[in-house]
Protein backbone atom coordinates (compact mmCIF):
# COMPACT_ATOMS: atom_id res chain seq x y z
CA UNK A 1 0.00 0.00 0.00
CA UNK A 2 1.10 3.59 -0.61
CA UNK A 3 0.97 5.79 2.45
CA UNK A 4 3.09 8.80 0.72
CA UNK A 5 3.99 10.24 -2.23
CA UNK A 6 6.00 13.56 -3.54
CA UNK A 7 6.07 14.13 -6.50
CA UNK A 8 8.84 17.07 -8.41
CA UNK A 9 8.45 18.89 -5.09
CA UNK A 10 10.82 21.70 -4.30
CA UNK A 11 11.82 23.85 -1.49
CA UNK A 12 13.75 27.18 -1.09
CA UNK A 13 14.89 29.78 1.63
CA UNK A 14 15.82 33.43 1.23
CA UNK A 15 15.65 32.71 -2.80
CA UNK A 16 18.45 30.03 -2.45
CA UNK A 17 16.89 26.67 -3.84
CA UNK A 18 17.37 23.76 -1.09
CA UNK A 19 16.15 21.14 -3.54
CA UNK A 20 14.03 21.03 -7.01
CA UNK A 21 12.06 18.56 -8.50
CA UNK A 22 12.23 16.12 -5.24
CA UNK A 23 10.20 12.26 -6.22
CA UNK A 24 9.30 10.12 -3.38
CA UNK A 25 7.19 6.65 -2.82
CA UNK A 26 7.03 5.18 0.35
CA UNK A 27 5.00 1.84 0.83
CA UNK A 28 4.03 -0.17 3.97
CA UNK A 29 7.03 -1.74 5.19
CA UNK A 30 9.77 0.31 3.34
CA UNK A 31 12.95 0.36 5.40
CA UNK A 32 14.66 2.95 3.67
CA UNK A 33 18.32 4.88 4.06
CA UNK A 34 18.05 8.53 3.61
CA UNK A 35 21.55 9.27 2.39
CA UNK A 36 22.56 12.99 1.84
CA UNK A 37 25.64 15.28 2.50
CA UNK A 38 24.83 17.91 5.71
CA UNK A 39 22.69 20.32 4.51
CA UNK A 40 21.11 18.96 1.44
CA UNK A 41 18.01 19.53 2.99
CA UNK A 42 16.68 15.75 4.64
CA UNK A 43 15.66 17.72 7.58
CA UNK A 44 13.30 19.56 5.67
CA UNK A 45 11.84 16.66 3.43
CA UNK A 46 10.83 15.31 6.85
CA UNK A 47 9.04 18.19 7.86
CA UNK A 48 7.22 18.80 4.31
CA UNK A 49 5.87 15.11 4.39
CA UNK A 50 4.86 15.76 7.98
CA UNK A 51 3.13 18.63 7.14
CA UNK A 52 4.91 21.33 9.17
CA UNK A 53 6.13 22.94 5.74
CA UNK A 54 4.78 23.26 2.73
CA UNK A 55 6.58 22.94 -0.71
CA UNK A 56 7.00 25.77 -2.99
CA UNK A 57 6.14 23.99 -6.02
CA UNK A 58 5.27 19.89 -6.42
CA UNK A 59 2.76 17.70 -4.66
CA UNK A 60 2.05 15.81 -1.64
CA UNK A 61 -0.08 13.09 -1.19
CA UNK A 62 -0.38 10.82 2.24
CA UNK A 63 -2.76 7.94 2.18
CA UNK A 64 -5.88 8.73 4.30
CA UNK A 65 -5.64 8.30 8.25
CA UNK A 66 -2.04 7.65 7.41
CA UNK A 67 -0.09 8.24 11.23
CA UNK A 68 3.35 9.90 10.59
CA UNK A 69 6.16 9.90 13.83
CA UNK A 70 9.08 11.88 13.42
CA UNK A 71 12.03 11.83 15.67
CA UNK A 72 13.92 15.10 15.44
CA UNK A 73 17.60 15.44 16.65
CA UNK A 74 16.54 18.05 19.40
CA UNK A 75 13.49 16.91 21.45
CA UNK A 76 11.00 19.01 23.44
CA UNK A 77 9.21 17.07 26.54
CA UNK A 78 6.82 18.20 29.30
CA UNK A 79 8.89 18.75 32.38
CA UNK A 80 6.74 18.36 34.45
CA UNK A 81 6.09 14.80 33.89
CA UNK A 82 8.22 11.58 34.76
CA UNK A 83 9.55 9.32 32.47
CA UNK A 84 6.77 6.37 32.40
CA UNK A 85 3.87 9.03 32.74
CA UNK A 86 5.48 10.53 29.12
CA UNK A 87 5.93 7.28 27.52
CA UNK A 88 2.44 6.15 28.48
CA UNK A 89 0.32 9.04 26.88
CA UNK A 90 1.53 7.05 24.00
CA UNK A 91 -1.64 4.85 24.82
CA UNK A 92 -3.94 7.20 25.97
CA UNK A 93 -6.50 5.44 24.09
CA UNK A 94 -6.66 2.70 25.73
CA UNK A 95 -5.84 4.74 28.79
CA UNK A 96 -9.34 6.25 27.76
CA UNK A 97 -11.43 2.57 27.03
CA UNK A 98 -9.80 0.88 30.18
CA UNK A 99 -11.39 3.75 32.38
CA UNK A 100 -15.05 3.73 30.53
CA UNK A 101 -14.89 -0.51 29.99
CA UNK A 102 -14.98 0.11 34.23
CA UNK A 103 -17.72 2.66 34.19
CA UNK A 104 -19.73 0.02 32.36
CA UNK A 105 -18.72 -2.27 34.91
CA UNK A 106 -20.54 -0.44 37.38
CA UNK A 107 -23.48 0.46 35.51
CA UNK A 108 -23.84 -2.92 34.75
CA UNK A 109 -23.35 -4.18 38.38
CA UNK A 110 -25.85 -2.36 39.27
CA UNK A 111 -28.45 -3.36 36.25
CA UNK A 112 -27.48 -2.76 32.43
CA UNK A 113 -30.08 -2.60 29.26
CA UNK A 114 -29.18 -4.62 26.01
CA UNK A 115 -26.91 -1.52 24.48
CA UNK A 116 -25.24 -1.09 27.88
CA UNK A 117 -24.26 -4.87 27.22
CA UNK A 118 -23.30 -4.65 23.58
CA UNK A 119 -21.11 -1.45 24.17
CA UNK A 120 -19.14 -3.35 26.93
CA UNK A 121 -18.74 -6.23 24.21
CA UNK A 122 -18.04 -4.55 21.26
CA UNK A 123 -14.88 -2.31 23.82
CA UNK A 124 -13.61 -5.37 25.58
CA UNK A 125 -12.67 -6.98 22.21
CA UNK A 126 -11.12 -3.76 20.80
CA UNK A 127 -9.23 -3.27 23.96
CA UNK A 128 -7.90 -7.01 24.04
CA UNK A 129 -7.26 -6.78 20.36
CA UNK A 130 -5.28 -3.08 20.21
CA UNK A 131 -2.94 -4.74 23.26
CA UNK A 132 -4.98 -3.08 26.12
CA UNK A 133 -3.67 -6.19 28.16
CA UNK A 134 -0.09 -5.83 27.31
CA UNK A 135 0.76 -2.35 26.81
CA UNK A 136 2.68 -2.12 30.19
CA UNK A 137 5.02 -5.13 29.30
CA UNK A 138 5.42 -3.18 25.90
CA UNK A 139 6.40 -0.28 27.69
CA UNK A 140 9.30 -2.05 29.99
CA UNK A 141 10.81 -4.11 27.39
CA UNK A 142 11.12 -0.60 24.95
CA UNK A 143 12.38 1.64 27.82
CA UNK A 144 14.42 -1.40 29.32
CA UNK A 145 15.78 -2.00 25.19
CA UNK A 146 16.40 1.84 25.39
CA UNK A 147 18.89 1.80 28.32
CA UNK A 148 16.35 3.01 30.47
CA UNK A 149 16.86 1.11 34.58
CA UNK A 150 13.76 0.40 36.05
CA UNK A 151 14.56 2.52 38.94
CA UNK A 152 14.37 5.24 35.99
CA UNK A 153 10.98 5.37 35.04
CA UNK A 154 9.57 7.41 37.79
CA UNK A 155 11.93 10.11 37.84
CA UNK A 156 10.88 13.38 36.50
CA UNK A 157 12.33 14.51 33.11
CA UNK A 158 13.74 17.44 34.31
CA UNK A 159 16.24 15.38 35.65
CA UNK A 160 17.45 13.70 32.76
CA UNK A 161 20.08 15.05 30.39
CA UNK A 162 19.69 15.95 26.65
CA UNK A 163 20.67 12.77 25.51
CA UNK A 164 18.20 10.89 27.71
CA UNK A 165 15.03 13.10 27.20
CA UNK A 166 15.85 12.08 23.14
CA UNK A 167 15.88 8.10 23.64
CA UNK A 168 12.81 9.09 26.20
CA UNK A 169 10.93 10.83 22.92
CA UNK A 170 12.08 7.83 20.87
CA UNK A 171 10.17 5.32 23.25
CA UNK A 172 7.12 7.12 23.22
CA UNK A 173 7.44 7.15 19.89
CA UNK A 174 8.24 3.35 18.99
CA UNK A 175 4.80 2.92 21.55
CA UNK A 176 2.67 4.89 19.12
CA UNK A 177 3.11 2.67 16.11
CA UNK A 178 2.67 5.41 13.26
CA UNK A 179 2.58 3.85 9.84
CA UNK A 180 5.23 5.64 8.87
CA UNK A 181 8.23 6.50 11.20
CA UNK A 182 11.00 8.93 10.18
CA UNK A 183 14.45 9.06 12.15
CA UNK A 184 16.62 11.90 12.24
CA UNK A 185 20.10 10.21 13.61
CA UNK A 186 18.50 7.86 16.21
CA UNK A 187 21.59 6.42 17.41
CA UNK A 188 23.29 9.45 18.21
CA UNK A 189 22.31 9.07 21.89
CA UNK A 190 22.53 5.30 22.58
CA UNK A 191 25.17 3.09 23.76
CA UNK A 192 26.12 0.02 21.77
CA UNK A 193 24.16 -2.53 23.29
CA UNK A 194 20.48 -0.46 22.95
CA UNK A 195 21.37 0.60 19.18
CA UNK A 196 21.53 -3.02 18.66
CA UNK A 197 18.78 -3.70 20.23
CA UNK A 198 17.12 -0.62 18.04
CA UNK A 199 18.01 -2.74 14.90
CA UNK A 200 16.38 -5.56 16.13
CA UNK A 201 13.12 -4.14 16.52
CA UNK A 202 13.11 -1.75 13.52
CA UNK A 203 13.53 -5.01 11.59
CA UNK A 204 10.74 -6.88 12.64
CA UNK A 205 8.24 -3.46 12.41
CA UNK A 206 5.77 -3.39 10.06
CA UNK A 207 5.64 0.55 10.12
CA UNK A 208 7.72 2.00 6.96
CA UNK A 209 10.45 3.78 8.19
CA UNK A 210 12.93 6.20 7.00
CA UNK A 211 16.37 6.56 8.29
CA UNK A 212 18.87 9.44 8.53
CA UNK A 213 22.16 8.34 10.02
CA UNK A 214 25.64 8.72 10.03
CA UNK A 215 25.89 5.23 11.93
CA UNK A 216 26.98 2.90 8.32
CA UNK A 217 26.47 -0.92 10.54
CA UNK A 218 22.93 0.57 11.53
CA UNK A 219 22.05 1.26 8.27
CA UNK A 220 22.95 -1.74 6.90
CA UNK A 221 21.17 -3.77 9.35
CA UNK A 222 18.32 -2.27 9.41
CA UNK A 223 17.46 -0.91 5.69
CA UNK A 224 16.70 -2.80 2.13
CA UNK A 225 16.26 0.50 0.09
CA UNK A 226 18.78 3.59 -0.18
CA UNK A 227 17.64 6.42 -1.45
CA UNK A 228 20.92 8.96 -2.64
CA UNK A 229 19.42 12.73 -1.85
CA UNK A 230 20.64 15.31 -4.17
CA UNK A 231 19.70 18.68 -4.94
CA UNK A 232 17.65 17.91 -8.07
CA UNK A 233 16.71 14.26 -7.73
CA UNK A 234 16.63 11.49 -5.33
CA UNK A 235 18.41 8.24 -6.84
CA UNK A 236 17.32 4.58 -5.58
CA UNK A 237 19.31 1.80 -5.16
CA UNK A 238 17.44 -1.57 -3.48
CA UNK A 239 19.63 -2.57 -0.96
CA UNK A 240 21.27 -1.26 2.07
CA UNK A 241 24.39 1.21 2.48
CA UNK A 242 27.25 -1.79 1.72
CA UNK A 243 24.45 -2.47 -1.97
CA UNK A 244 24.53 1.19 -1.87
CA UNK A 245 28.25 2.01 -2.36
CA UNK A 246 28.75 -0.61 -4.49
CA UNK A 247 26.14 0.05 -6.67
CA UNK A 248 26.53 3.45 -6.76
CA UNK A 249 30.23 3.05 -7.70
CA UNK A 250 29.21 0.81 -10.89
CA UNK A 251 26.70 3.58 -12.13
CA UNK A 252 29.48 6.64 -11.42
CA UNK A 253 32.03 4.48 -13.83
CA UNK A 254 29.07 3.23 -16.47
CA UNK A 255 28.12 6.88 -16.57
CA UNK A 256 31.87 7.73 -16.74
CA UNK A 257 32.29 5.55 -19.97
CA UNK A 258 29.31 6.83 -21.70
CA UNK A 259 29.95 10.27 -21.02
CA UNK A 260 33.96 9.67 -22.20
CA UNK A 261 32.29 7.98 -25.43
CA UNK A 262 30.26 10.47 -26.33
CA UNK A 263 32.63 13.31 -25.55
CA UNK A 264 35.30 11.59 -28.36
CA UNK A 265 31.82 10.72 -30.68
CA UNK A 266 31.09 14.55 -30.72
CA UNK A 267 35.00 15.78 -30.84
CA UNK A 268 34.45 13.45 -34.53
CA UNK A 269 31.68 15.12 -35.47
CA UNK A 270 33.17 18.28 -34.53
CA UNK A 271 36.78 17.52 -36.58
CA UNK A 272 34.45 16.52 -39.75
CA UNK A 273 32.74 19.42 -39.95
CA UNK A 274 35.51 22.14 -39.60
CA UNK A 275 37.37 19.98 -42.28
CA UNK A 276 34.71 19.85 -44.53
CA UNK A 277 31.91 22.57 -44.11
CA UNK A 278 33.49 24.84 -46.80
CA UNK A 279 34.80 21.65 -49.26
CA UNK A 280 33.13 19.00 -51.23
CA UNK A 281 30.92 17.50 -47.99
CA UNK A 282 29.33 20.51 -47.37
CA UNK A 283 25.78 19.39 -47.22
CA UNK A 284 27.36 16.42 -45.40
CA UNK A 285 28.74 18.69 -42.68
CA UNK A 286 25.63 20.74 -42.36
CA UNK A 287 23.76 17.18 -41.49
CA UNK A 288 26.10 16.29 -39.09
CA UNK A 289 26.04 19.85 -37.67
CA UNK A 290 22.39 19.44 -37.53
CA UNK A 291 22.75 16.06 -35.75
CA UNK A 292 25.47 17.44 -33.57
CA UNK A 293 22.93 20.08 -32.01
CA UNK A 294 19.99 17.73 -31.77
CA UNK A 295 22.28 15.35 -29.14
CA UNK A 296 21.36 15.54 -25.85
CA UNK A 297 24.67 16.04 -24.19
CA UNK A 298 25.43 13.75 -21.01
CA UNK A 299 26.71 15.29 -17.97
CA UNK A 300 30.30 14.56 -16.59
CA UNK A 301 30.19 11.57 -13.75
CA UNK A 302 29.18 13.40 -10.27
CA UNK A 303 31.47 13.04 -7.58
CA UNK A 304 30.56 12.34 -4.09
CA UNK A 305 29.59 16.50 -3.11
CA UNK A 306 31.84 18.55 -0.56
CA UNK A 307 33.32 16.71 2.65
CA UNK A 308 36.34 18.08 4.94
CA UNK A 309 39.68 18.18 4.67
CA UNK A 310 40.64 16.48 8.36
CA UNK A 311 44.34 16.64 8.69
CA UNK A 312 45.85 16.05 12.15
CA UNK A 313 49.34 17.21 12.80
CA UNK A 314 51.05 15.31 15.96
CA UNK A 315 53.37 17.56 18.39
CA UNK A 316 56.14 15.18 17.98
CA UNK A 317 56.99 12.30 20.04
CA UNK A 318 56.25 11.72 23.22
CA UNK A 319 57.60 9.39 26.10
CA UNK A 320 56.55 5.51 25.77
CA UNK A 321 53.55 6.14 28.24
CA UNK A 322 51.17 9.16 27.68
CA UNK A 323 49.05 7.97 30.12
CA UNK A 324 49.45 5.50 33.51
CA UNK A 325 46.10 4.90 35.25
CA UNK A 326 46.43 3.19 38.71
CA UNK A 327 43.33 2.33 41.29
CA UNK A 328 40.26 4.91 39.77
CA UNK A 329 37.11 5.01 41.46
CA UNK A 330 34.23 6.99 41.25
CA UNK A 331 30.88 7.11 42.85
CA UNK A 332 27.57 9.50 42.24
CA UNK A 333 25.43 9.82 45.00
CA UNK A 334 26.50 6.99 46.47
CA UNK A 335 26.27 5.09 43.45
CA UNK A 336 29.75 3.39 42.20
CA UNK A 337 30.34 4.10 38.70
CA UNK A 338 33.32 2.29 38.25
CA UNK A 339 35.79 0.86 41.01
CA UNK A 340 40.03 0.59 40.87
CA UNK A 341 40.40 1.01 37.14
CA UNK A 342 44.22 0.42 36.13
CA UNK A 343 45.74 1.00 32.46
CA UNK A 344 48.04 2.17 30.28
CA UNK A 345 47.96 3.89 26.75
CA UNK A 346 51.53 3.62 24.82
CA UNK A 347 52.45 6.38 22.44
CA UNK A 348 50.83 5.65 18.82
CA UNK A 349 48.22 3.32 20.48
CA UNK A 350 44.56 3.79 18.87
CA UNK A 351 42.10 3.10 21.71
CA UNK A 352 37.97 2.68 21.48
CA UNK A 353 36.50 3.43 25.04
CA UNK A 354 33.12 1.42 25.07
CA UNK A 355 30.58 0.39 27.42
CA UNK A 356 26.65 0.89 27.74
CA UNK A 357 25.28 4.21 28.95
CA UNK A 358 26.23 5.05 32.60
CA UNK A 359 29.04 2.83 32.57
CA UNK A 360 31.44 5.85 33.48
CA UNK A 361 33.19 6.32 29.84
CA UNK A 362 32.44 10.15 29.94
CA UNK A 363 33.00 10.44 33.59
CA UNK A 364 36.49 8.48 33.15
CA UNK A 365 37.12 10.96 30.38
CA UNK A 366 36.94 13.85 31.95
CA UNK A 367 39.08 12.76 35.62
CA UNK A 368 41.89 12.09 32.70
CA UNK A 369 41.07 15.72 31.50
CA UNK A 370 41.26 16.82 34.78
CA UNK A 371 37.47 18.27 34.94
CA UNK A 372 36.79 15.59 37.75
CA UNK A 373 38.58 14.33 40.58
CA UNK A 374 38.51 10.72 41.37
CA UNK A 375 37.48 9.13 44.57
CA UNK A 376 40.74 6.79 44.89
CA UNK A 377 43.28 6.09 42.79
CA UNK A 378 45.76 8.49 40.56
CA UNK A 379 47.03 8.45 37.32
CA UNK A 380 50.01 9.96 35.40
CA UNK A 381 50.30 11.93 32.14
CA UNK A 382 53.66 11.36 30.61
CA UNK A 383 56.10 13.49 29.84
CA UNK A 384 56.21 15.59 26.45
CA UNK A 385 52.98 14.82 26.31
CA UNK A 386 50.46 17.61 24.35
CA UNK A 387 46.94 16.07 24.29
CA UNK A 388 43.69 17.69 22.43
CA UNK A 389 40.19 17.18 23.88
CA UNK A 390 36.64 16.63 22.18
CA UNK A 391 33.95 16.22 24.28
CA UNK A 392 30.65 15.66 22.97
CA UNK A 393 28.65 18.17 24.57
CA UNK A 394 30.77 20.78 22.00
CA UNK A 395 31.94 22.99 24.96
CA UNK A 396 35.07 24.29 23.07
CA UNK A 397 33.35 26.47 21.02
CA UNK A 398 30.90 29.78 22.36
CA UNK A 399 27.17 30.01 20.76
CA UNK A 400 28.48 33.72 20.78
CA UNK A 401 31.18 33.68 18.91
CA UNK A 402 31.04 33.98 15.15
CA UNK A 403 33.45 30.64 13.28
CA UNK A 404 36.19 32.53 12.19
CA UNK A 405 35.98 34.20 15.97
CA UNK A 406 36.18 30.86 17.46
CA UNK A 407 39.03 29.99 15.53
CA UNK A 408 41.01 32.53 16.29
CA UNK A 409 40.80 32.21 19.94
CA UNK A 410 43.41 29.32 19.60
CA UNK A 411 45.58 31.07 16.80
CA UNK A 412 45.51 34.98 18.24
CA UNK A 413 48.49 35.97 15.95
CA UNK A 414 47.27 34.35 12.93
CA UNK A 415 46.12 36.40 9.84
CA UNK A 416 42.67 36.68 8.95
CA UNK A 417 43.12 34.56 5.67
CA UNK A 418 45.03 32.12 7.10
CA UNK A 419 42.75 30.98 8.87
CA UNK A 420 39.31 31.54 6.82
CA UNK A 421 42.17 29.16 4.28
CA UNK A 422 41.70 26.64 7.13
CA UNK A 423 38.38 27.08 7.57
CA UNK A 424 37.58 26.03 4.13
CA UNK A 425 39.24 22.69 4.51
CA UNK A 426 36.18 22.05 7.24
CA UNK A 427 33.51 23.41 4.53
CA UNK A 428 33.49 27.17 6.18
CA UNK A 429 34.06 29.15 2.87
CA UNK A 430 32.78 32.41 1.92
CA UNK A 431 30.35 34.49 4.50
CA UNK A 432 29.87 30.88 6.38
CA UNK A 433 32.88 32.35 8.70
CA UNK A 434 31.16 35.19 9.90
CA UNK A 435 27.91 32.98 11.42
CA UNK A 436 27.32 32.91 14.93
CA UNK A 437 28.08 29.54 16.46
CA UNK A 438 24.47 29.53 17.45
CA UNK A 439 22.99 29.85 14.40
CA UNK A 440 24.93 26.52 13.07
CA UNK A 441 23.44 23.06 12.45
CA UNK A 442 24.66 19.97 14.51
CA UNK A 443 26.80 18.97 11.84
CA UNK A 444 28.89 22.44 11.62
CA UNK A 445 29.11 22.86 15.14
CA UNK A 446 30.87 19.29 15.85
CA UNK A 447 33.23 20.18 12.44
CA UNK A 448 34.05 23.43 14.11
CA UNK A 449 34.96 21.85 17.41
CA UNK A 450 37.25 19.63 15.30
CA UNK A 451 38.62 22.62 13.55
CA UNK A 452 39.32 24.07 16.53
CA UNK A 453 41.21 20.83 18.39
CA UNK A 454 42.90 19.69 15.07
CA UNK A 455 44.42 23.83 14.47
CA UNK A 456 47.22 22.74 16.87
CA UNK A 457 49.22 19.88 16.81
CA UNK A 458 48.35 17.28 20.12
CA UNK A 459 50.41 14.00 20.23
CA UNK A 460 47.52 12.57 22.27
CA UNK A 461 43.73 13.18 21.47
CA UNK A 462 41.14 12.29 23.65
CA UNK A 463 37.56 12.09 21.57
CA UNK A 464 34.23 11.36 22.79
CA UNK A 465 31.80 10.38 20.10
CA UNK A 466 33.03 12.45 17.58
CA UNK A 467 31.06 11.33 15.02
CA UNK A 468 27.52 12.46 16.60
CA UNK A 469 26.06 14.81 14.14
CA UNK A 470 28.89 14.14 11.51
CA UNK A 471 27.45 13.55 7.76
CA UNK A 472 29.01 10.55 6.47
CA UNK A 473 31.52 11.40 3.96
CA UNK A 474 32.99 13.91 6.84
CA UNK A 475 33.31 10.29 8.72
CA UNK A 476 34.99 8.94 6.45
CA UNK A 477 37.40 11.76 6.10
CA UNK A 478 38.14 11.67 10.20
CA UNK A 479 38.93 8.04 9.80
CA UNK A 480 40.89 8.56 7.46
CA UNK A 481 42.93 11.64 9.01
CA UNK A 482 43.16 9.32 12.23
CA UNK A 483 44.69 6.51 10.05
CA UNK A 484 47.71 8.80 9.38
CA UNK A 485 47.94 10.39 12.45
CA UNK A 486 51.25 8.95 14.27
CA UNK A 487 50.10 10.03 18.02
CA UNK A 488 47.50 8.53 20.33
CA UNK A 489 44.50 8.71 20.69
CA UNK A 490 40.93 7.44 23.31
CA UNK A 491 37.72 7.13 21.18
CA UNK A 492 34.73 7.32 23.17
CA UNK A 493 32.21 6.03 20.13
CA UNK A 494 29.18 3.90 19.72
CA UNK A 495 30.04 3.92 16.16
CA UNK A 496 31.13 0.28 15.34
CA UNK A 497 31.99 0.91 12.29
CA UNK A 498 34.22 4.02 13.04
CA UNK A 499 35.99 1.81 15.68
CA UNK A 500 36.56 -0.84 13.27
CA UNK A 501 38.14 1.49 11.50
CA UNK A 502 40.09 3.69 13.67
CA UNK A 503 41.03 1.53 16.87
CA UNK A 504 43.32 -1.45 17.47
CA UNK A 505 42.46 -1.89 21.03
CA UNK A 506 39.29 -1.88 23.28
CA UNK A 507 38.66 -0.50 26.86
CA UNK A 508 35.18 -1.90 27.68
CA UNK A 509 34.05 -0.73 31.01
CA UNK A 510 31.45 -3.48 32.06
CA UNK A 511 29.64 -3.49 35.65
CA UNK A 512 32.09 -1.34 37.20
CA UNK A 513 35.59 -2.72 35.69
CA UNK A 514 37.71 -2.58 32.71
CA UNK A 515 38.29 -4.78 30.13
CA UNK A 516 40.86 -5.32 27.55
CA UNK A 517 41.24 -6.68 24.35
CA UNK A 518 43.83 -6.14 21.30
CA UNK A 519 41.93 -5.67 18.27
CA UNK A 520 38.98 -3.70 17.07
CA UNK A 521 35.31 -3.67 17.55
CA UNK A 522 34.82 -6.69 15.76
CA UNK A 523 37.15 -8.56 17.51
CA UNK A 524 36.07 -7.60 20.74
CA UNK A 525 32.33 -8.92 19.48
CA UNK A 526 34.15 -12.12 18.05
CA UNK A 527 35.77 -12.68 21.72
CA UNK A 528 32.36 -11.77 23.49
CA UNK A 529 30.57 -14.16 21.63
CA UNK A 530 33.33 -16.70 21.98
CA UNK A 531 33.01 -16.32 25.63
CA UNK A 532 29.11 -16.36 25.84
CA UNK A 533 29.59 -19.41 23.32
CA UNK A 534 31.81 -21.13 25.85
CA UNK A 535 29.37 -19.85 29.04
CA UNK A 536 26.54 -21.61 27.05
CA UNK A 537 28.22 -24.78 26.36
CA UNK A 538 29.95 -24.72 30.28
CA UNK A 539 25.91 -23.96 31.20
CA UNK A 540 24.70 -26.90 28.37
CA UNK A 541 27.21 -29.16 29.65
CA UNK A 542 25.97 -28.74 33.24
CA UNK A 543 22.62 -29.14 32.48
CA UNK A 544 23.46 -31.95 30.45
CA UNK A 545 25.30 -34.50 33.48
CA UNK A 546 21.74 -32.79 35.80
CA UNK A 547 19.56 -34.27 32.73
CA UNK A 548 21.74 -37.66 32.95
CA UNK A 549 22.05 -37.97 36.77
CA UNK A 550 18.13 -37.36 36.75
CA UNK A 551 17.94 -40.10 34.25
CA UNK A 552 20.06 -42.54 35.85
CA UNK A 553 18.42 -41.93 39.67
CA UNK A 554 15.38 -42.39 37.64
CA UNK A 555 16.60 -45.51 36.44
CA UNK A 556 17.81 -46.61 39.37
CA UNK A 557 14.80 -45.70 40.97
CA UNK A 558 12.71 -47.61 38.12
CA UNK A 559 15.16 -50.91 38.70
CA UNK A 560 14.43 -50.65 42.46
CA UNK A 561 10.61 -50.37 41.81
CA UNK A 562 11.19 -53.80 39.36
CA UNK A 563 13.09 -55.42 42.74
CA UNK A 564 9.93 -54.64 44.92
CA UNK A 565 7.80 -55.44 42.20
CA UNK A 566 9.65 -59.06 42.04
CA UNK A 567 9.14 -58.97 46.11
CA UNK A 568 5.55 -58.46 46.00
CA UNK A 569 4.67 -61.11 43.25
CA UNK A 570 6.91 -63.38 45.55
CA UNK A 571 5.14 -62.61 48.46
CA UNK A 572 1.78 -62.96 46.90
CA UNK A 573 2.91 -66.31 45.62
CA UNK A 574 4.41 -67.57 48.54
CA UNK A 575 1.02 -66.59 50.69
CA UNK A 576 -0.99 -68.61 47.85
CA UNK A 577 1.21 -71.43 48.15
CA UNK A 578 0.79 -71.35 51.94
CA UNK A 579 -2.82 -70.88 51.65
CA UNK A 580 -3.27 -73.92 49.45
CA UNK A 581 -0.76 -75.99 52.16
CA UNK A 582 -3.73 -75.05 54.28
CA UNK A 583 -6.80 -75.91 52.49
CA UNK A 584 -4.77 -78.99 52.10
CA UNK A 585 -4.05 -80.27 55.88
CA UNK A 586 -7.64 -79.29 56.38
CA UNK A 587 -8.94 -81.80 53.73
CA UNK A 588 -7.09 -83.74 55.46
CA UNK A 589 -7.71 -83.61 58.85
CA UNK A 590 -11.47 -83.63 57.60
CA UNK A 591 -10.49 -87.31 56.15
CA UNK A 592 -12.78 -90.14 58.24
CA UNK A 593 -9.86 -92.69 57.31
CA UNK A 594 -7.40 -91.21 59.73
CA UNK A 595 -9.83 -89.90 62.46
CA UNK A 596 -8.40 -93.18 64.69
CA UNK A 597 -5.41 -92.37 63.60
CA UNK A 598 -3.77 -90.41 66.73
CA UNK A 599 0.09 -89.88 65.84
CA UNK A 600 -1.23 -89.00 61.72
CA UNK A 601 -3.40 -86.36 63.56
CA UNK A 602 -0.98 -84.67 65.89
CA UNK A 603 1.62 -84.38 62.95
CA UNK A 604 -0.81 -83.27 60.36
CA UNK A 605 -1.85 -80.42 63.22
CA UNK A 606 1.31 -79.71 64.49
CA UNK A 607 1.63 -78.66 60.16
CA UNK A 608 -1.77 -76.57 60.43
CA UNK A 609 -0.40 -74.29 63.26
CA UNK A 610 3.38 -73.92 61.65
CA UNK A 611 1.61 -73.21 58.51
CA UNK A 612 -0.77 -70.61 60.15
CA UNK A 613 2.28 -68.79 61.69
CA UNK A 614 3.73 -68.73 58.64
CA UNK A 615 0.81 -67.19 56.81
CA UNK A 616 0.37 -64.67 59.45
CA UNK A 617 3.85 -63.21 59.05
CA UNK A 618 3.48 -63.65 54.89
CA UNK A 619 0.19 -61.44 55.63
CA UNK A 620 1.61 -59.03 57.65
CA UNK A 621 3.96 -58.65 55.37
CA UNK A 622 1.87 -58.25 53.04
CA UNK A 623 -0.50 -55.69 54.49
CA UNK A 624 2.85 -53.24 55.59
CA UNK A 625 4.06 -53.82 51.52
CA UNK A 626 4.01 -50.28 49.70
CA UNK A 627 4.80 -50.37 45.97
CA UNK A 628 5.04 -46.44 45.67
CA UNK A 629 8.48 -46.55 47.58
Known amino acids: MILATLHKISKSFAGIDIFTGISLQVKTGDKIGLIGRNGIGKTTLFRILLGELSADAGELARAKGVRIGYLPQEVRLDKSLTLLDEVTDAFSHLIGMKKRIEELELIIASGADKAILTEYGHLQERFEREGGFTYQSRIEDVLTGLGFLEEEFQKP ?217 PDDGEFTIGGNVKPAYFDQELSIIATDDTVLDSIWEEKPLAEAGELRSYLGRYLFSGEDVFKSVSALSGGEKSRLALAKIFLLPANFLILDEPTNHLDIPSSERLEEALAEYDGAALIVSHDRFFLDKTVSKIFALENGSLRVIDGNYSEYVRLREAQDTAVRTETDIEERMIEKEARLNEWKDLKEKRRVRKQFEKLEDDIQKKEQKMLAILDMLEDESIQSDWERLAELQKSKQQIEAELDELLRQYDEFDLEE
Open 157 to 373: LNLFSGGEKSRAYLAKLLLSLPDILLLDEPTNHLDISSTEWLESYLIELDAAVIIVSHDRLFLNRTTKLTLDFRPDRIEEYAGNFDFYLKERKARQEQQSKLYQRQKEEILRIEDFIHRNIAGQKTKQAQSRRTMLSKIKRLTSPETDGKAATLRIESSGRSYRKLLEVNGLSKSFVGRTIFSDISFEIERGEKIGLIGPNGSGKSTLVKIITGELE
